[in-house]
Each structure stands twice: as structure tokens, then as C-alpha cells.
């Protein structure tokens, strides 16, 4: 099971930080993946992380102001965003990854407006 | 950046036919890494096939891909009601990439 939270309405410049609470497998032991959809919108992916979160990889579009984490301890994914814009809103998932994503949280949604 | 391109966009069929979804890679990529997943209104995607051709686990027989190099197809081989939604591919490597997604939609 994966539950986001953190999620909620923000102004633009702002930051949140979205938790990801993972239960029911190894958490340490596998890749993860954070995947946005702006409302009616497609799926992007945003960022993934290594098992003991060495390697991260984000999208263009959030470079320098996301920041993909993890904490093994806690069984915890983190997404750090700052520097937030309008065009940031969306539903955010994290998910297990695995090249393909098989597991996948309900999602949270996150508002950046004035 | 492997750009991932899904046609058509919307594909209007009756319950019992067959439906035939496409996606074209911007470049070759290894079968490994290409995935299909469905998504309903309101609710997280869920993955049907990964490695091109596998089904993910409780997917039913009805859904099966192929394909290889730049052009992979995604079937169902008889809609069922529960079966319209919309559907994407996903590149695998890291930037990972989605498809736009096509809308199976009742005739």
C-alpha cells in the first residue's frame, strides 16, 4: 500500500513537501517514482530514486526545484517542492518502480494559484 | 529524451469488438522497457503489460502488446464494459516518458 500526503493549496512561490507512507513489500529494496497529471490532462513522470537514494533522476521541467528523497528507516518517499508554479498543479502518485510502475498510491492533489 | 507518440487518440468501439492501440517510439528502444497502463476516472493507472508483451499479475487474457523497435501495439481482444478508459505507454529509462494516452470510448 502506498498513501500520499502533504498535498493541498499553495501560491505560487511556495513549497510543500509530499510523503508517500509504503507498507506491504520491501521498500528498501526497490527503486520509486513520483508521476504527476495536471487536471484532464496525460501522466509525466517526475522523479525517481535509487534503492539507498544515490541515484535520482527529474524531469526537465522541475530540475533545480524538486527534490526527490527517501528515508529506508521509515519506510518513507519524500518529494520536496519549491519555487512552485501554476503550471505545477496536479495530481502527484508515487509509485514502485520497477522500469514499470506496478504499484501505485491514490494520489494527492496539489493547487498552486493566488 | 524518447518521445513517446499513441494513436489514434480516441477510439470509439462496441462492447465484444476488438480494439488495436498504438504506440510509435521517436527512436528504437529495447521491448524491456515499454509498459501499457489503463486509467479510469478518478482513480490511480494501473499497470497491464510491462516488457512489451507481459501481462501484469490478475490482467486479464483479453489484453495482450507486442511489438518491437519503434512501434508496439497494445490489444483487447474483446471490450468488455469495464475496458473504456484511457490508456498509456511508458518508456522506461530514465527521463521516463508517457505516451498522451487513447480514450477507448463507447460507440
Known amino acids: 500500500q502506498l498513501v500520499e500526503s502533504g498535498g493541498g493549496l499553495v501560491q505560487p512561490g511556495g513549497s510543500l513537501r509530499l510523503s508517500c507512507a509504503v507498507s506491504g513489500f520491501t521498500f528498501e529494496t526497490y527503486w520509486m517514482t513520483w508521476v504527476r497529471q495536471a487536471p484532464g490532462k496525460g501522466l509525466e513522470w517526475v522523479a525517481n530514486i535509487n534503492q539507498g537514494g544515490s541515484d535520482k533522476y527529474h524531469v526537465d521541467s522541475v530540475k533545480g526545484r524538486f527534490s526527490i528523497s527517501r528515508d529506508n528507516a521509515k519506510n518513507t518517499l519524500y518529494l520536496q517542492m519549491d519555487s512552485l508554479r501554476v503550471e505545477d498543479t496536479a495530481v502527484y502518485y508515487c509509485?514502485?518502480?520497477?522500469?514499470?510502475?506496478?504499484?501505485w498510491g491514490q494520489g494527492i492533489l496539489v493547487t498552486v494559484s493566488s | 529524451e524518447i518521445v513517446l507518440t499513441q494513436s489514434p487518440g480516441t477510439l470509439s468501439l462496441s462492447p465484444g469488438e476488438r480494439a488495436t492501440l498504438s504506440c510509435r517510439a521517436s527512436?528504437?528502444?529495447?521491448?524491456?522497457?515499454l509498459a501499457w497502463y489503463q486509467q479510469k476516472p478518478g482513480q490511480a493507472p494501473r499497470l497491464l503489460i510491462y516488457?512489451?508483451?507481459n501481462r501484469a499479475t490478475g490482467i486479464p487474457d483479453s489484453f495482450s502488446g507486442s511489438g518491437s523497435g519503434t512501434d508496439f501495439t497494445l490489444t483487447i481482444s474483446r471490450l468488455e464494459p469495464e475496458d473504456f478508459a484511457v490508456y498509456y505507454c511508458q518508456y522506461g529509462v530514465s527521463p521516463k516518458t508517457f505516451g498522451q494516452g487513447t480514450k477507448v470510448e463507447i460507440k
Open positions: 509509485a514502485r518502480d520497477q522500469r514499470w510502475f506496478d504499484f
Open positions: 527512436q528504437s528502444v529495447s521491448s524491456s522497457h
Open positions: 516488457g512489451a508483451s
